[in-house]
């Protein structure tokens, strides 16, 4: 098992990278979980935002995107291709996501808007809820943040 990890500036995304990273979202959030939402929402390619992305073997298996906005940073569109899951790549994908947050951004709070069903996996990592339980695209989520405090 070869297992390669990128960070990626959203000007780094080559044609390719970008069309593998839009396929292999769209297999899992559209078409694996039966959710039609506008996926493609003009935010991948501005900005200082960030990709994050594991190869297993070669192929794309694991991926999160690292939005700016602004204040705040927001982890979103956590995936792990069903043949990986139970190889630990979440957590070594929020791991990494995470270590990319503190080198490009230090002391920036970080959020994301987990499946509620998550909420125990994004807590190991120190993620705590901020919301209640809401909808989004007939999906259960939960708002959490892990704020990094102030170096001294």
């Known amino acids: 098992m070869n297992l390669d990890w990128y960070d990626w500036h959203q000007s780094e995304l080559t044609p390719q990278r970008l069309y ?12 694996e979980q039966n959710c039609i939402y506008q996926d493609v929402d003009g935010r991948d390619l501005v900005g200082d935002n960030r990709h994050v992305a594991g190869y297993l073997d070669g192929e794309l298996s694991a991926y999160a995107r690292i939005l700016d906005e602004g204040d705040q940073l927001a982890i979103g569109r956590v995936i792990v291709a069903a043949k990986a899951r139970g190889m630990n790549l979440g957590l070594q994908l929020m791991a990494r996501a995470l ?10 709070t970080v959020h994301l808007s987990a499946q509620a069903h998550l909420q125990p996996f994004y807590a190991r990592l120190g ?11 007939g999906i259960p989520h939960i708002g959490m943040d892990n704020y990094r405090p102030p170096s001294a």
């Open 20 to 31: 593998d990273i839009l396929a292999f979202r769209n297999a899992v959030f559209i078409i």
């Open 127 to 137: 993620f705590r809820a901020v919301t209640e339980v809401y909808d989004e695209d």
């Open 99 to 108: 270590s990319a947050c503190a080198a490009h951004w230090p002391e920036r």
